[in-house]
Nanobody, 124 residues
Framework: QVQLVESGGGLVQAGGSLSLSCAAS????????MGWFRQAPGKEREFVAG????????EYVDAVKGRFTISRDNAKNTVYLQMNSLKPEDTAVYYC?????????????????WGQGTQVTVSS
């Protein structure tokens, strides 16, 4: 059974930092491209960041470029999202997802496995 479990969310003041982790079991993440998505209250879930299976390519939504960094440790079967200079508009539930593709993709429907999400709240 494949499980993705996010952790590291919480409440932080604007300008602060959080580091999210996504640990996988039942699947070797080294065979998957990985993505982080988020869903704010009243909004649709959106792509935030993605990383190719090898880690050689990353992609970010414009709103987080220069502030967020996605990385992975295939030996630990874990993907990370370092979030710096957080803003109130970053408040959302953050999800990690796995896509069995050699090509890094940003559409939700391309991702096969999803975690349950972790809440990130940024106060002003």
């Amino acid at each position: 059974q494949v499980q993705l479990v996010e952790s590291g969310g919480g409440l932080v003041q604007a300008g602060g930092s959080l580091s999210l982790s996504c640990a996988a079991s039942g699947v070797a993440l080294s065979r998957y491209s990985m993505g982080w998505f988020r869903q704010a209250p009243g909004k649709e879930r959106e792509f935030v960041a993605g990383i190719s299976w090898s880690g050689g390519r990353t992609e970010y939504v414009d709103a987080v470029k220069g502030r967020f960094t996605i990385s992975r440790d295939n030996a630990k079967n874990t993907v990370y999202l370092q979030m710096n200079s957080l803003k109130p508009e970053d408040t959302a539930v953050y999800y990690c997802a796995a896509d069995r593709s050699l090509v890094l993709r940003t559409r939700q429907l391309d991702y096969e496995y999803w975690g349950q999400g972790t809440q990130v709240t940024v106060s002003s």
